[in-house]
């Protein structure tokens, strides 16, 4: 009664490994611990038993007659688990290694109700080739039909309609001389063995690039619009099956060859719509999103490959790429996607920019800096739409990017934002307009300090203002820091000082002698502020 | 044994012969009926009694015209005085339960001498049951009947060996639940309904697991063939050849499992070929050889299209493309970019193609026979077939095939059985017709049995082809 018990004890043991091997991955101490303590009671059964058989029931397990398992649902049922694939017996026999233990633990963690499991239990269990485990398997439930056996085997029996001439065969044998020649068996060599060796080297585990061969073959050997649509679905499943493996040069491959075929004459339009179909499944949704997810689990991927990939991708890839933006965790992963969305984007820059209505705030940002960095300045129209987005990260993108695009409509929209109540905006703004450098620009900064309320802002802030004058270094700016920078006031003395110095930093920036020569003459002013700022000046106007 | 040869029979014209089969028939059942009843009521129970009474009037009639009357069972199959019991399928089962209480009490034959009674029906019958709990149940039913004067017994003639009977078994019914999923597997295509691969799996696994233990049992099956089912079997046989080629390529398990599903679906796109065409017995039009042509494409279509793309489906379809363009490209479909055939497509091209030889098709019932079809095959080696892997094809099927019939030196006329690995020339021997001219029962002989001289017993001195005489290897090999 002790055996059943420790039986009893082990198969439920099962239940409760199945569940942790399923959640833990293989060196974590749980999985470790659940894993030894199962081969412990194995070893404890063992010293007073050879082997354990456990019979499989449709829902009840025996142990030597006796029931260790039973449950009459239909989920979580290992005895139905076991018995629906055919398995009937199963043994474990003493010193049953660890390495198999864990195997067919993992083995039976397995969600068998997947549909892409295209493997049973035992089938499994087979592939393992265990040495300590044996099963019986009845394999009638693999037959639709249980008495074929039989039928086919009389059936083929009685197929001797005709008499057979055994006698007459007795007689040609016993008649005729001439021996009947066999082929003789063929000796084989050293030599052979060695090719033999080759061609198994030789046979390559990926079969994919063979069968897209085959596949471009078939183009040629296809003449109904139902050959090419059964063709068309067959590369994008090779295409699909490709990327899930993460395998790109392929697809490159073939997309390569389809745009030759595409862009050469040999085919006519009806057969090159087919084949355009292929490409645009390339850049379609579920390509794209998968080959997030393999970007996405770390795998490393030469950038070179990604880019060929890219460059025979269509615009249907924009929204793809636009949605696995936000979803993906990796930094690597983003990369790839934003430098794809670089190189495609422009194919379609209206489709781009619809990116930049995403709730997700990180995804504007980037379709921003994507339209930055393609440089197209129909974008302009869309980015002065997001100048009042929510986010500062946003605006001050688009800020940047409207600095560095240009056109009708900026200025006014940065102009506003010199006004924005966050510094950050406003600084990116005021960078924005020295990038344009145009006179309009000019003219608006210059408004802008020139402004009775500008002195009241922050000093770095105005700084940052008077030495982005200093860039365009026109006689119009020379005048007018030189003028402030000799300014002085009754009232309000500390912030004209400020101002003064804001001139002085500037006027180094500006340079030259003139500059020099003025800023000489306040090097000794009472104030420190400006004293400090003129001697810097002065250093940095020297230098230049 | 008591042999009562049909030339001692008076002539009978063919209707004749039809009624004495359609009484031989009814014979098997109702003894069949009577022996099962009387397992769970007693011989003179009435409806036993009333069973009894039948067959003795069958018994009765049969003796009137043939004055003995000898049932004996030979394989898996009954024989009235030496002429075989055909049967339609309702009487399967009660054929079947027969044949196996024959066999445990090895009970070989029933010889009924004169009319009987029914109390001498009742004694067999009695006998027949009792014996069925002893450890010697011939002997016990033999004692109990010694003391009926028309009828005896005779023990059942060992025509296999003991220890290869349950193998042989396994293998005849793992070849049969190939053949039966394959027929399925293609119906389902058909009619495009989802095909079940971990059947497929299951199914080919235990071929390679008999491949591994019993190659020559399972490559003999391959020898028996099926011309109405010949596209099932076709698929089966080129599965199993091809797996027992990669085993001796030294392919590992999971190879020779992907190798033997890939084979099964190889013809697939022949399904698409009108039935007009696959079954037309003369030659083939151009226009006909242009459909014919399109079965590979057609395999690579429909294999695709089955389920989401996997390393499986893309082995399968490059074999269906590939099996028959040859390895020097010289066959069907033409190629534009030069490819080298992979591995498992030359393979099975060599499997498709002796197959397809020595089987009986629409177009040549007379299949060729084994050694035939593989001179054949060395012609083609080094154009059409891969040299290397021929070599080893020939290796693997040996001198003396399954199936070869065989004239031996001591003037016994046999088939192959079972090749020999070890020595080439020296396969285990059905033999068929006995030194004195007649007709055997098949025993199996083994060519490497010597005598107290040490001279070899019996071997080989000539081959001949069982098909040129009629020689149905299924009545022999299963």
């Not at chain 1, 198999?100 to 109700?113: R, V």
């Not at chain 2, 009333?50 to 898996?76: F, H, Q, Y």
């Not at chain 2, 493309?321 to 030359?346: A, C, Q, T, V």
């Not at chain 2, 040549?364 to 012609?379: F, G, T, V, Y």
Request: some cysteine.
């Amino acid at each position: 009664m002790d055996d059943v018990k420790a039986v009893r004890d082990i198969i439920q043991s099962f239940s409760k490994s199945k569940k942790i091997l399923r959640m833990y991955p293989e060196n974590n101490p749980i999985y470790m611990n659940t894993l030894d303590e199962d081969l412990s009671k194995f070893k404890d059964f063992f010293y007073s038993k050879d082997a354990m058989t456990l019979l499989i029931r449709q829902n009840e397990i025996l142990y030597d007659t006796e029931q260790v398992y039973a449950n009459q649902e239909k989920d979580d049922n290992l005895a139905l688990f076991f018995f629906k694939d055919g398995l009937r017996e199963i043994t474990f026999h003493a010193g049953l290694p660890r390495e198999e233990l864990e195997s067919f633990l993992k083995i039976i963690s397995m969600d068998f109700n997947r549909d892409t499991m295209d493997d049973d239990i035992v089938t499994l269990f087979w592939e393992k080739d265990f040495q300590k485990i044996q099963y019986v398997v009845d394999d009638l439930v693999l037959s639709d039909d249980e008495d074929y056996e039989t039928k086919a085997v009389m059936e083929v029996k009685e197929k001797a309609s005709e008499e057979d001439n055994i006698f007459k065969a007795y007689e040609d044998a016993i008649k005729q001389d001439e021996e009947v020649k066999d082929v003789a068996i063929v000796p084989l060599l050293d030599k052979d063995l060695q090719l033999l060796l080759k061609e198994l080297d030789n046979d390559s585990t990926d079969k994919t690039p063979k069968l897209i061969d085959i596949l471009f073959e078939m183009i040629y050997l296809s003449e109904t619009a139902d050959d090419f649509e059964a063709l068309v679905t067959a590369f994008k499943g090779s295409i699909e099956f490709s990327i899930v493996k993460g395998d790109i040069v392929p697809v490159t491959q073939l997309l390569a060859r389809l745009k030759q075929l595409i862009d050469g004459d040999e085919f006519s339009a009806d057969v090159k719509k087919h084949l355009k179909k292929i490409i645009f499944f390339a850049g379609s949704d579920t390509i794209i999103s998968l080959l997030g997810e393999v970007l996405d689990l770390g795998q490393e991927t030469e950038e070179k490959i990604l880019d060929d990939f890219i460059t025979y991708l269509d615009k249907n890839s924009i929204v793809p790429f636009m949605k696995i933006l936000g979803e993906l965790k990796s930094i690597h992963a983003r990369k790839f996607v934003i430098d794809a969305l670089i190189s495609i984007g422009n194919k379609d820059i209206t489709i781009l920019a619809k990116g930049l209505s995403d709730s997700r705030w990180y995804v504007v940002r980037n379709i921003i800096y994507i339209l930055r960095k393609i440089g197209d300045k129909k974008a302009v129209d869309y980015l002065l739409k997001t100048v009042k987005h929510g986010d500062v990260r946003v605006k001050k993108e688009v800020i940047r990017t409207l600095g560095e695009l240009g056109g009708a409509g900026v200025l006014q929209a940065l102009r506003e934002c010199l006004d924005d109540p966050d510094v950050q905006v406003r600084a990116a703004s005021l960078k924005a307009l020295v990038n344009i450098g145009s006179e309009a620009a000019k003219r608006i900064i210059l408004n802008k300090v020139s402004d009775k309320i500008f002195k009241d802002r922050e000093f770095e802030e105005k700084k940052e203002y008077f030495e982005s004058l200093a860039r365009w270094k026109d006689s119009e700016i020379f005048n007018f820091l030189t003028t402030t920078l000799k300014q002085s006031t009754f009232f309000g003395r500390a912030k004209n000082y400020e101002n003064r110095a804001c001139s002085a930093y500037a006027l180094g920036i500006f340079g030259g002698s003139d500059a020099l020569a003025i800023l000489n003459k306040f090097k000794n002013d009472s104030n420190k502020q400006f004293r400090d700022a003129v001697h810097i000046a002065i250093k940095r106007a020297g230098n230049g | 044994m008591l042999f009562i040869l049909r030339s001692s029979v008076p002539a009978m014209d063919n209707k004749e012969d039809i009624e004495i089969n359609k009484t031989a028939r009814e014979l098997v059942n109702q003894i069949s009926v009577v022996l099962k009843t009387s397992q769970i009521h007693d011989a003179n129970n009435v409806a036993v009694s009333s069973m009894i009474d039948k067959v003795m009037a069958i018994i009765n009639t049969m003796i009137l015209a043939e004055r003995i009357i000898a049932l004996e069972l030979r394989g898996d199959f009954f024989y009235v005085n030496d002429t075989r019991i055909r049967y339609p399928l309702e009487y399967l089962l009660n054929f079947d339960f027969l044949v196996r209480e024959f066999k445990k009490r090895e009970l070989g034959s029933l010889i009924f001498k004169d009319r009987l009674s029914s109390d001498d029906i009742k004694i067999f019958v009695k006998a027949f049951i009792s014996s069925g709990f002893s450890s010697t149940p011939f002997d016990v039913m033999q004692e109990k009947v010694s003391d009926l004067k028309n009828f005896s017994v005779e023990r059942l003639k060992n025509i296999v060996d003991r220890d290869t009977v349950e193998p042989r078994k396994m293998v005849k019914k793992t070849y049969f639940n190939a053949v039966s999923f394959t027929k399925g597997v293609i119906n389902k295509i058909k009619s495009g309904e989802k095909v079940n691969i971990k059947k497929a799996k299951r199914v080919v696994e235990t071929m390679v697991d008999q491949i591994l233990e019993q190659e020559q049992l399972l490559l003999g099956m391959t020898a028996i063939k099926d011309y109405d089912e010949y596209t099932y079997h076709h698929s089966v046989n080129v599965s199993v050849l091809s797996i027992a080629l990669g085993q001796r390529l030294g392919l590992n398990k999971k190879k020779l499992t992907d190798l033997g599903i890939v084979a099964i679906f190889h013809d697939i796109g022949k399904m698409e070929i009108p039935n007009e065409i696959l079954n037309k017995p003369t030659r083939f039009t151009d226009d006909e050889w242009k459909i014919i042509r399109k079965h590979p494409a057609w395999g690579v279509k429909s294999l695709l299209g089955l389920k989401k793309l996997d390393e499986l489906t893309i082995k399968s379809a490059i074999v269906a493309f590939e099996h028959h363009m040859n390895y020097d490209l010289s066959g069907y479909p033409r190629i534009r970019k030069r490819i080298e055939l992979d591995f498992f497509s030359r393979i099975i091209s060599l499997a498709d193609q002796y197959d397809a030889m020595t089987s009986a098709r629409v177009y040549s019932r007379i299949p060729m026979s084994p050694d035939k079809a593989l001179s054949i095959m060395m012609e083609r080696s080094g154009g059409q077939l891969d040299p290397l892997l021929m070599k080893f094809f020939i290796n693997m099927i040996g001198v003396f095939p399954i199936g070869t019939l065989v004239m031996l030196n001591t003037k016994e006329l046999g088939l192959v059985y079972e090749s020999n690995q070890l020595f080439a020339s020296r396969p285990r021997v059905m033999v068929i017709i006995d030194k004195d001219g007649k007709r055997s029962t098949g025993f199996v002989v083994d060519l490497t049995e010597k005598n107290d001289q040490g001279d070899y017993i019996r071997s080989i001195v000539k081959t001949m082809d069982p098909n040129k005489y009629n020689i149905n290897l299924a009545e022999y090999l299963l």
